[in-house]
């Protein structure tokens, strides 16, 4: 198919899996249908159509909620080992509110979706959280609310206790970077929030506890007999120092520190990294407050979250260069000037529709090995990898995007030894791209929006896919 180089032409290992993934509010539809509540996307798109382009929204998306069966066919036809999709809080608790009513018709929704997996050889991959948070909890306040853990812990309760037979793996926040930063700090996504270097941080506060809360709830209460795996999804980009001299070198493990530390850091050893609470302590100072914007964990916190993953995973899409750059007005709050890094792209790599994603492949074989090596050698799994066009069938550069990619993938592993053993495709469908609506497409099938049917068509990506996993090689023939 294309020709083969040094990376390419190997296989990978017989206990790599490859998978593919969609996330709720993206995909399903049926917004208010058999007793959905409102979630903070149903309400921003509603009431404030102009922030998402083309007042697009996900009402009716891909109308997976209805058509799960199809889906269902379509990744047995790609082969796929898993499927890591995300649950609508709102679907099932439809106040969010812990102790308040479970919505029974949602609870069904997902066992059929979980046993058409099942009965298809396709093991369910789930996301408790993928952003569409119950239109309720944010009017307390959302995440940045404490109280927020204890709505989590109950809805956390009620998926393992109704899904856990079947489901082995499970992810408890998707990205909580762009829930944080983006939607409490920058305000690009719902809720749309601006409130940079405050809001953000105690945003993360909570989410982390949560998190904590959910891995013991499952340790204790379920682990012992469902015998499953529990982690945080976070993402990152790579960060490539803009030259050899320390100072660059030092911005670039800032940025992932402050990007893909802030979160797994936490996981990991229970405290955020301690250039965080360095740089926004003594700024925080220098600004005139009491105490830091960035809240402390007590001596018991820090135990509590410490250690509650059972595997590493890793959103990953792109890549940035940093470079030091000289400090700032110190009285600016902002989580950009906690962090001040200049970063930014070679114009020559190439784009994609999506204007925050170059394709840089070794990117990714150089963020494997960062993990790897900052998190003591665990097992990795790629949750997400992908790219955008603006559409069509013959989608010569999403091929592209994988083959290379993957091939990074592969080298990480048989050159570097990092421990890689998933590889989740980002995404089946072209779907629901959040602010940008419908106009970036990511999938591997192409989705006709303006049928009310919303067929499906598989994409050249598709058959290239579905003959990688197959034979576990990228190109024709493998040694
Ligand atoms: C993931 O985010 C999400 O998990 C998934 O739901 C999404 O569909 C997919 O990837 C593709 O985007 O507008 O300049 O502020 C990927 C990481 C990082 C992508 C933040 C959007 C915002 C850039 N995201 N980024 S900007």
């Given at each position: 198919y294309r020709e083969a180089t040094a990376a390419t032409n190997r296989t990978f290992p017989d206990y790599f899996k490859f998978g593919i993934a969609t996330a709720s509010y993206q995909v399903e539809g049926a917004w208010n249908e058999d007793g959905k509540g409102e979630?903070?996307?149903?309400?921003l798109c509603h009431t404030n159509p102009t922030f998402v382009d083309n007042g697009d929204n996900g009402d009716i998306a891909c109308d997976s909620y209805h058509k799960y069966k199809e889906d269902v066919g379509l990744l047995k036809d790609l082969g796929v080992a898993y499927y890591r999709f995300s649950l609508s809080w709102s679907r099932i608790i439809p106040l969010g509110l812990a102790g308040s009513p479970i919505n029974q018709a949602g609870i069904d929704y997902y066992k059929n979706l979980i046993q058409e997996l099942v009965d298809n050889g396709i093991e369910p991959m789930v996301t408790i959280f993928h952003w569409d948070l119950p239109e309720t909890l944010q009017e307390f306040g959302g995440f940045p609310n404490p109280e927020l853990v204890e709505?989590?812990?109950?809805?956390?309760?009620v998926v393992f206790e109704n899904f856990g037979d079947s489901v082995k793996y499970w992810g408890t926040f998707n990205e909580p970077l762009q829930t944080c930063h983006q939607g409490y700090g920058t305000g690009t996504m719902?809720?749309?929030?601006?409130?940079?270097?405050?809001a953000e941080y105690k945003c993360t506060h909570t989410l982390i506890k949560a998190h904590a809360r959910a891995y013991h709830i499952y340790d204790e209460e379920f682990r012992p007999q469902q015998q499953g795996y529990v982690g945080m999804i976070p993402d990152t980009m790579w960060f490539e120092p803009a030259s050899d001299s320390p100072a660059d070198q030092e911005a670039a493990e800032r940025a992932l520190q402050f990007n893909y530390g802030w979160y797994f850091n936490a996981v990991a050893n229970g405290n955020y990294?301690?250039?965080?609470?360095?740089?926004?302590?003594?700024?925080?100072?220098?600004?005139?407050?009491?105490?830091?914007?960035?809240?402390?964990?007590?001596?018991?916190?820090?135990?509590?979250i410490k250690g509650t993953y059972d595997y590493v995973a890793i959103n990953a899409y792109t890549t940035a260069y940093a470079q030091a750059k000289e400090e700032t007005d110190p009285s600016v709050i902002s989580y950009e000037s906690d962090l001040n890094v200049d970063t930014f792209i070679d114009e020559t790599w190439e784009q994609s529709a999506s204007s925050w994603l170059r394709v840089v492949p070794w990117g990714l074989r150089h963020?494997?090995?960062?993990?790897?090596?900052t998190y003591n050698h665990p097992e990795i799994f790629v949750t997400e990898n992908g790219v955008s066009d603006t559409g069509g069938l013959d989608d010569d550069r999403r091929i592209y995007y994988y083959q290379e990619y993957l091939s990074n993938?592969?080298?990480?592993?048989?050159?570097?030894?990092?421990?890689?053993?998933?590889?989740?495709a980002w995404s089946l469908l072209d779907n629901f791209e959040w602010a940008r609506?419908?106009?970036?497409?990511?999938?591997?099938?192409?989705?006709?929006?303006?049928?009310?049917?919303?067929?499906?068509?598989?994409?050249?990506s598709a058959s290239y896919y579905a003959n990688v996993i197959a034979s576990r090689c990228l190109v024709d023939t493998c040694e």
């Amino acid at each position: 198919y294309r020709e083969a180089t040094a990376a390419t032409n190997r296989t990978f290992p017989d206990y790599f899996k490859f998978g593919i993934a969609t996330a709720s509010y993206q995909v399903e539809g049926a917004w208010n249908e058999d007793g959905k509540g409102e979630n903070i996307w149903d309400h921003l798109c509603h009431t404030n159509p102009t922030f998402v382009d083309n007042g697009d929204n996900g009402d009716i998306a891909c109308d997976s909620y209805h058509k799960y069966k199809e889906d269902v066919g379509l990744l047995k036809d790609l082969g796929v080992a898993y499927y890591r999709f995300s649950l609508s809080w709102s679907r099932i608790i439809p106040l969010g509110l812990a102790g308040s009513p479970i919505n029974q018709a949602g609870i069904d929704y997902y066992k059929n979706l979980i046993q058409e997996l099942v009965d298809n050889g396709i093991e369910p991959m789930v996301t408790i959280f993928h952003w569409d948070l119950p239109e309720t909890l944010q009017e307390f306040g959302g995440f940045p609310n404490p109280e927020l853990v204890e709505h989590f812990a109950y809805y956390a309760r009620v998926v393992f206790e109704n899904f856990g037979d079947s489901v082995k793996y499970w992810g408890t926040f998707n990205e909580p970077l762009q829930t944080c930063h983006q939607g409490y700090g920058t305000g690009t996504m719902a809720p749309g929030y601006k409130s940079s270097g405050l809001a953000e941080y105690k945003c993360t506060h909570t989410l982390i506890k949560a998190h904590a809360r959910a891995y013991h709830i499952y340790d204790e209460e379920f682990r012992p007999q469902q015998q499953g795996y529990v982690g945080m999804i976070p993402d990152t980009m790579w960060f490539e120092p803009a030259s050899d001299s320390p100072a660059d070198q030092e911005a670039a493990e800032r940025a992932l520190q402050f990007n893909y530390g802030w979160y797994f850091n936490a996981v990991a050893n229970g405290n955020y990294p301690s250039v965080m609470i360095e740089r926004i302590d003594e700024r925080s100072k220098q600004q005139g407050f009491e105490t830091s914007r960035l809240p402390k964990f007590t001596e018991e916190e820090i135990e509590y979250i410490k250690g509650t993953y059972d595997y590493v995973a890793i959103n990953a899409y792109t890549t940035a260069y940093a470079q030091a750059k000289e400090e700032t007005d110190p009285s600016v709050i902002s989580y950009e000037s906690d962090l001040n890094v200049d970063t930014f792209i070679d114009e020559t790599w190439e784009q994609s529709a999506s204007s925050w994603l170059r394709v840089v492949p070794w990117g990714l074989r150089h963020l494997l090995n960062w993990l790897s090596k900052t998190y003591n050698h665990p097992e990795i799994f790629v949750t997400e990898n992908g790219v955008s066009d603006t559409g069509g069938l013959d989608d010569d550069r999403r091929i592209y995007y994988y083959q290379e990619y993957l091939s990074n993938v592969l080298e990480a592993i048989l050159d570097d030894g990092v421990n890689v053993t998933r590889y989740t495709a980002w995404s089946l469908l072209d779907n629901f791209e959040w602010a940008r609506g419908y106009s970036e497409k990511f999938g591997m099938y192409n989705v006709n929006f303006a049928n009310p049917e919303r067929p499906r068509t598989p994409k050249a990506s598709a058959s290239y896919y579905a003959n990688v996993i197959a034979s576990r090689c990228l190109v024709d023939t493998c040694e």
